[in-house]
């Protein structure tokens, strides 16, 4: 029997037709991708913004330096940045507490106060900053001390100690900075059939699968509950239902405002792939730099259309479960805490992603991407930074459809009842009454 009755298509038509042609899809499809770009941009100019000292001011930099030798290589090593480094000669052998007080009378914008011993304390290292080290330096700043100003000096400092222990060791024509320079590490993970998978690209992918899937679970959950109270609100669910069964309107407003969804993520994909198709064409050298090889990265079509499996299913569960709340309720007060637990179940599982990416074969989210109500998002995480066997995504897979099919029928049974009733919200003792005689 084929569900897709006319009635069913009428249905799916009106509820399409309505929300594409409204204003509301327009401004979202086209102005959410451009929201993203522009606070993503945003994001990146002000952490770039705050790492970089954007002054042009050049800061003095005193060195209250008691082993004698130290600031001479310190102002070597910042000969070249916007630091001026100079020996606070009248400020050696002074407590940090006495420095402290006197930095505002000092012709100094910062001031770097080194302990006896750090040269004679390789082991501790030049902790800047950290007072409970005895052996640590200290560094005064006047006004908001900026994160480059900040590595910039304990990287200068690094340097100098090193070389300044290079040099009591008779090693002074060793050069410094090859000696700390270390080696990248490129993490790569190889699946069973030996193929090699970038973990930090897939890793990205999963989260932005996920994430977006859960922005339509909870835009287009909202929209069919109040697509539903709009008709019981105008009484033309009345009208409607004489035409046509209860379980035909639903199943035609479920499909009719997820085809709106599609509609409008093949129109988001549709911008993505073309902005990534250029922005990758003009920055595939900066990208080789960084260690991204964009040639290794092969597209997991299998996985792509497992993942496509879950997130079609996991709509038809999360829409049924709305649509069963939207019924229940008769006024937009009741509304958002109605959905209330339907929206836990989606957000539940969202938080557990960043866990699921880092440890996708750890026993609680083998457990959780097996039920139901969290394997759309998490198992769909796993499968793309993991390989799954095959019996966990088959059981998955196989537990959400008849979790779908169950909650179809729940869905069912209370829209069947509740599409009619108005007044008072009903309570759960009454909710279970018409899933067993509704």
Request: with cysteine; proline share 5%; glycine share 10%.
């Amino acid at each position: 029997m084929n569900p897709f009755t006319p009635k069913v298509r009428a249905v799916m038509r009106r509820e399409f037709m309505h929300r594409v042609k409204s204003k509301w899809f327009l401004l979202s499809t086209l102005g959410l991708p451009l929201l993203i770009v522009g606070l993503m941009a945003l994001s990146i100019f002000l952490a770039l913004r705050g790492a970089t000292d954007t002054s042009d001011e050049t800061r003095s930099l005193g060195v209250s330096d008691p082993t004698g030798f130290v600031h001479e290589l310190l102002v070597e090593e910042l000969r070249s940045d916007s630091i001026v480094a100079s020996r606070a000669t009248e400020l050696e052998g002074a407590s940090v507490e006495v420095a402290q007080s006197r930095l505002a009378d000092s012709p100094f914008d910062y001031l770097l106060v080194l302990p006896p011993g750090i040269v004679d304390a390789p082991g501790s290292g030049p902790a800047v900053g950290a007072s409970d080290d005895e052996e640590a330096a200290i560094l005064l700043a006047r006004e908001n001390l900026p994160a480059a100003t900040e590595r910039t000096v304990r990287n200068a400092l690094e340097r100098s100690l090193v070389r300044a222990r290079l040099r009591f060791a008779g090693l002074e024509d060793v050069d410094a900075g090859e000696l700390l320079s270390g080696a990248g590490v490129e993490v790569v993970n190889v699946t069973e059939t030996g193929e090699a998978r970038d973990q930090e690209i897939y890793q990205g992918i999963s989260f932005g699968i996920a994430f977006f899937f859960y922005l339509i679970l909870l835009i287009y959950g909202q929209m069919i509950i109040r697509s539903i109270l709009e008709e019981k609100q105008s009484d033309i669910v009345e009208v409607m239902v004489s035409s046509l069964r209860p379980w035909e309107l639903m199943l035609g407003k479920i499909v009719g405002v997820g085809a709106v969804g599609l509609a409008q993520m093949a129109i988001w994909a549709g911008i993505m792939i073309a902005a990534t198709i250029y922005g990758l064409t003009g920055g595939a050298s900066t990208l080789a730099e960084a260690g991204v090889d964009l040639s290794s990265v092969a597209v997991p079509w299998g996985t792509i259309g497992l993942v496509l499996a879950f997130l079609v299913l996991g709509y038809l569960l999360y829409a049924g479960l709305f649509a069963g709340t939207g019924a229940t309720i008769s006024n937009e007060t009741d509304a958002q805490q109605a959905a209330l637990p339907v929206t836990m179940l989606i957000i539940l599982p969202f938080i557990a992603i960043q866990g699921v990416i880092q440890s996708p074969d750890a026993g609680w989210a083998v457990i959780v991407s097996l039920v139901p109500f969290f394997s759309p998002l998490v198992m769909t995480s796993r499968l793309f930074v993991t390989d799954v066997p095959f019996w966990q995504w088959t059981l998955s897979l196989g537990l959400l459809a008849l979790c779908v099919l169950g909650s179809a029928w729940v869905a069912g049974r209370i829209y069947r009842v509740g599409i009619l009733m108005k007044g008072q919200r009903p309570n759960l003792p009454e909710v279970v009454r018409w899933i067993r005689h509704g």
